[in-house]
């Protein structure tokens, strides 16, 4: 069976043995395969949409005899993919498989009746799939590198995680704009939280605020309303214009389970500490941590806390 690799928090990495995860399909046509999100970021077809990565190869299951298709991603510990029908114009495709570390059967058909794709994974038909394990949430978005350290999240508790947002260095690196409706100056930070570091959580995965289901599959991750938190175009959106408080602290709670994309939770508050500083003031004298509360070395360049003192090193 198939390994779940491993990060350990606080940016120490394990290292988890590569293989091969092959997908399963059954459909009447091959579907066309694209992917991203592997070992090394995107690894997906190149050139035009829907790519051209067609599945050629079949296979037999030798207990039903249930023929699928087939696709192997090699030397690989996670993937995500999705099916498309290989139409230029017109394409249908499937929702999104996000960080597999197995392999995977599915069943597939272009038109359930009313035009759709009627996608559904039926993996636990054929294997066990373990249950998965998040270490590490990162956030990225239009402040920061897609995985600089100090853009992680800080474990809390048991699949819980928090990252405190520094305002004032937010508002040092976005520029304000005025190209929206009316006129009105905004200065917007748009962010995406990343489990594992390889997939993200966002737009397409959660919503909340809304007084309905938006019917796109998206799951709700909020009960009550964070006024001052929004969605725009794929990501979280604050306008930090309307915030006065110095940090933006966000706490994801996951209640575990073979999905990381299902289960989650999320908590935000506005306030004048981060709760980082603790941290400090118990350490050692001389020992310097960034804003996820890791210890970093004297060769650290960004913003570093030490004896309680929040100072930049350029």
Not at 62 to 72: L, Q, R, V
Not at 102 to 130: M, Q
Not at 231 to 244: H, K, P, R, Y
Request: hydrophobic share 40%.
């Amino acid at each position: 069976m198939k390994k779940i690799f491993t990060l350990l928090f606080m940016c120490v990495f394990a290292v988890a043995a590569k293989a091969d995860i092959t997908v399963y399909v059954q459909c009447e046509t091959a579907p066309f395969i694209w992917w991203w999100g592997g070992d090394n970021g995107y690894a997906g077809p190149v050139g035009d949409w829907p790519g051209t990565y067609q599945l050629t190869e079949q296979w037999e299951d030798p207990n039903s005899g249930d023929k699928f298709w087939k696709w192997t991603f090699e030397g690989v510990t996670t993937i995500s993919f999705l099916f498309n029908n290989g139409e230029a114009t017109d394409t249908k495709q499937t929702g999104n498989v996000d960080n597999a570390t197995t392999d995977r059967y599915f069943t597939l058909s272009w038109d359930d009746g009313e035009g759709n794709v009627a996608f559904e994974d039926i993996t636990e038909d054929y294997i066990v799939i373990p249950d998965a394990k998040i270490d590490a949430i990162g956030v990225s978005g239009n402040h920061n590198e897609w995985a600089a350290s100090e853009n992680l999240f800080k474990a809390i508790g048991e699949n819980q995680f928090q990252y405190s947002a520094d305002v004032a260095a937010l508002k040092a690196i976005i520029p304000a704009t005025a190209e929206v409706e009316g006129g009105t100056e905004t200065q917007m930070w748009k962010f995406k939280f990343r489990p594992n570091l390889i997939g993200w959580l966002g737009y397409w995965e959660l919503y909340y605020g809304d007084e309905t289901d938006p019917g796109d599959g998206r799951l709700p991750v909020a009960e009550e309303t964070i006024d001052w938190l929004d969605q725009d175009e794929g990501n979280f959106a604050v306008d930090l214009m309307n915030i006065t408080e110095s940090y933006l602290t966000f706490t994801l709670t996951w209640a575990g389970g073979k999905d990381i994309i299902k289960g989650w939770t999320l908590a935000a508050e506005k306030g004048e500490t981060n709760g980082i500083t603790n941290v400090a003031n118990k350490a050692k004298a001389g020992v310097k941590y960034n804003l996820a509360g890791q210890r970093v070395n004297n060769d650290y360049r960004g913003i570093v806390i030490e004896n309680g003192r929040k100072y930049m090193v350029k």
